[in-house]
């Protein structure tokens, strides 16, 4: 398995502008996570889905940001005015199922707004 | 919801040394617990978990944890580093409160263990 795939790993843009993230989980896992990562406030949990249905969005910061996964093999995490403040690393993970199941992250987006 | 706290953000360590991160968790009805690994520009990696029975467990690259629960924590050890250890380590928690719901994973702040020759 290829494991989960994002892209771009890098994306550098301008404060203003849409700036998209793409995920593809492993297949056959029913619940995929966008997380940030920067250095003030570690890890953050943005969304989950599970079968392709938004569980839990209380993470995602404000109205610029939305997620849609369309069907079981892709996601995108959308920022729409992006903002400085948006510098961070986007995780994608997947995972089979809650609880005892851990996830598999992917290798991230780092998207630098300037 | 869980907490976990990471007591430690920074632990340098010279090469061959024992080193031991510590994680205590909220407790729960019951829990399962994991360590994850992030090497530089990587996402993490799961290292070892724990979901039942010997409170000692073993992952990889010579890493081992141990359950405590009355002192609910899990911490992480090795008895002699490397250089390739250097990297920041996560440790989380997926609680199942009384109503046997499963819950999502929750991450610590994460340490970065520095290891130096």
């Known amino acids: 398995d290829a494991g989960v795939i994002q892209s771009p790993r890098h994306e550098v843009t301008e404060m203003g502008q849409e700036v998209t993230l793409r995920c593809k989980p492993i297949?056959?896992?029913?619940?995929l996570f966008w997380y940030r990562q920067t250095m003030m406030r570690g890890l953050e949990l943005l969304i989950y889905?599970?079968?392709?249905?938004?569980?839990?969005d209380s993470g995602m910061p404000e109205d610029r940001f939305s997620a849609k996964m369309p069907n079981a093999s892709f996601s995108t995490l959308k920022i729409q005015p992006s903002e400085p403040r948006d510098s961070a690393v986007y995780f994608c993970?997947?995972?089979?199922?809650?609880?005892?199941?851990?996830?598999?992250f992917g290798s991230g987006t780092r998207l630098t707004v300037v | 919801a869980q907490s976990v706290t990471q007591l430690d953000s920074q632990v340098p360590v010279f090469e061959e040394a024992p080193v031991e991160l510590r994680c205590n968790y909220s407790?729960?009805?019951?829990?399962?617990l994991f360590w994850y690994v992030q090497y530089p520009n990587q996402g993490l990696q799961l290292l070892l978990k724990?979901?039942?029975?010997?409170?000692l467990v073993k992952g990889i690259n010579g890493f081992e944890a141990e359950f405590n629960k009355s002192q609910t924590s899990f911490h992480l050890r090795k008895p002699s580093v490397h250089i390739s250890d250097t990297a920041e380590y996560f440790c989380?928690?997926?609680?199942?409160?009384?109503?046997?719901?499963?819950?999502?994973?929750?991450f610590g702040r994460g340490t970065q263990l520095t290891v130096w020759p």
């Open positions: 993970a997947s995972s089979i199922g809650l609880g005892p199941y851990g996830y598999t």
């Open positions: 297949s056959g896992h029913d619940y």
């Open positions: 889905f599970n079968n392709n249905v938004p569980i839990d």
């Open positions: 407790s729960s009805v019951s829990v399962y």
């Open positions: 724990y979901l039942s029975g010997s409170t």
């Open positions: 989380a928690v997926s609680g199942v409160d009384r109503g046997s719901t499963l819950g999502r994973l929750y």
